[in-house]
């Protein structure tokens, strides 16, 4: 059995804290906690063992479970592996495949890494990734090997200018941002805002034709604005972060799945699928032709306000 360094054990007893104030709004019919900058699956477990202490029972479910908890370990995959997802659907309307493009992706967290994974399971050639100190490119790109040796990077909590040591092709830089490599898609998965105005104005200048938004609002209005006016299609985070949202609804309904991640994964492609249709009509029903680039960005908004309308009037609260 590992041993708990002090530094685990404060944090262990801020989690338990933090859990007596908040089982009482958790639950199969309630919220569902999720994993967020600086909260991996150590600090989950230590949130979900507090919450079975305290009620007895393991109903609901928790984001990034391990097998032998409750829930799916599939759940952390869900949200990148979705953003993948997506980007075919947009893609295959424009009679284009993944295959051969290069994808810059910002960020090296869980939702980063599980985007390279599936772009590389496509054919893509994703070659960036990034930290709060620079970034790394990578010409040749990223493979299934190189994406283990990142994760061991990350894991002992290295810098990702040691990858640059072993592979001979890579650089990396120090405070400056993936945006300005050539790309065909870009995947800002890093942080809030972290796309702005110039960002923009260098990715367009690089060839991007797609934006797949990992983080939350990742784009600000500036940054909008200019690959609007370049006619770079935005996909927002309101969307292409559906896969996550879909896992954590499976889980609350299932709280026991014992799915194979092949049935795992076609349940995500559907559900994603079904999101980007329902986009799609929104942004169409409201004069928004899917060739706009904004027709993403207000199918988005307007599909996910009619369908909380509709569920407020059916239930007589309108």
Same mark, same amino acid.
């Given at each position: 059995?590992?041993?708990?360094?002090?530094?685990?054990?404060?944090?262990?007893?801020?989690? /338990?804290?933090?859990?007596?104030?908040?089982?009482?709004?958790?639950?199969?019919?309630?919220?569902?906690?999720?994993?967020?900058?600086?909260?991996?699956?150590?600090?989950?477990?230590?949130?979900?063992?507090?919450?079975?202490?305290?009620?007895? /029972?393991?109903?609901?479910?928790?984001?990034?479970?391990?097998?032998?908890?409750?829930?799916?370990?599939?759940?952390?995959?869900?949200?990148?592996?979705?953003?993948?997802?997506?980007?075919?659907?947009?893609?295959?309307?424009?009679?284009?495949?993944?295959?051969?493009?290069?994808?810059?992706?910002?960020?090296?967290?869980?939702?980063?890494? /599980?985007?390279?994974?599936?772009?590389?399971?496509?054919?893509?050639?994703?070659?960036?990734?990034?930290?709060?100190?620079?970034?790394?490119?990578?010409?040749?790109?990223?493979?299934?090997?190189?994406?283990?040796?990142?994760?061991?990077?990350?894991?002992?909590?290295?810098?990702?200018? #040691?990858?640059?040591?072993?592979?001979?092709?890579?650089?990396?830089? #120090?405070?400056?941002?993936?945006?300005?490599?050539?790309?065909?898609?870009?995947?800002?998965?890093?942080?809030?805002?972290?796309?702005?105005?110039?960002?923009?104005?260098?990715?367009?200048?690089?060839?991007?034709?797609?934006?797949?938004?990992?983080?939350?609002?990742?784009?600000?209005?500036?940054?909008?604005?200019?690959?609007?006016?370049?006619?770079?299609?935005?996909?927002?985070?309101?969307?292409?972060?559906?896969?996550?949202?879909?896992?954590?609804?499976?889980?609350?309904?299932?709280?026991?799945?014992?799915?194979?991640?092949?049935?795992?994964?076609?349940?995500?492609?559907?559900?994603?699928?079904?999101?980007?249709?329902?986009?799609?009509?929104?942004?169409?029903?409201?004069?928004?032709?899917?060739?706009?680039?904004?027709?993403?960005?207000?199918?988005?908004?307007?599909?996910?306000?009619?369908?909380?309308?509709?569920?407020?009037? #059916?239930?007589?609260?309108?």
């Amino acid at each position: 059995m590992r041993s708990i360094s002090e530094w685990s054990m404060q944090i262990m007893r801020f989690c /338990h804290s933090f859990m007596n104030e908040l089982y009482r709004y958790l639950g199969p019919d309630k919220d569902l906690p999720s994993e967020e900058m600086g909260v991996g699956t150590r600090e989950m477990g230590y949130l979900y063992g507090q919450y079975r202490r305290l009620t007895g /029972h393991s109903q609901g479910s928790f984001a990034g479970p391990r097998v032998n908890w409750s829930g799916t370990s599939l759940r952390t995959e869900a949200t990148g592996y979705g953003m993948v997802f997506f980007a075919q659907l947009i893609l295959a309307d424009m009679n284009k495949e993944l295959k051969g493009l290069r994808c810059v992706v910002s960020g090296s967290g869980k939702i980063a890494m /599980h985007v390279l994974e599936k772009l590389i399971a496509y054919g893509a050639l994703p070659i960036t990734v990034s930290d709060s100190k620079g970034y790394l490119v990578d010409e040749d790109g990223f493979d299934f090997m190189k994406i283990s040796f990142l994760r061991e990077i990350k894991i002992q909590q290295r810098s990702l200018r #040691d990858y640059s040591k072993t592979y001979a092709r890579s650089k990396y830089y #120090d405070q400056a941002k993936p945006w300005g490599e050539r790309c065909d898609i870009a995947f800002p998965c890093a942080s809030q805002n972290e796309l702005d105005q110039s960002d923009a104005i260098n990715l367009v200048n690089g060839g991007c034709r797609v934006v797949i938004e990992g983080s939350i609002m990742p784009c600000n209005p500036e940054a909008v604005d200019v690959l609007r006016k370049a006619n770079v299609l935005v996909a927002p985070a309101l969307a292409t972060g559906v896969g996550g949202v879909v896992a954590g609804e499976l889980e609350l309904r299932e709280c026991n799945m014992n799915w194979s991640p092949e049935e795992f994964e076609s349940k995500l492609q559907e559900a994603v699928k079904q999101t980007y249709q329902r986009v799609v009509k929104a942004a169409s029903d409201f004069g928004y032709q899917k060739e706009s680039p904004e027709a993403l960005l207000h199918g988005a908004v307007i599909s996910s306000f009619l369908a909380i309308a509709s569920s407020m009037n #059916d239930q007589g609260c309108v």
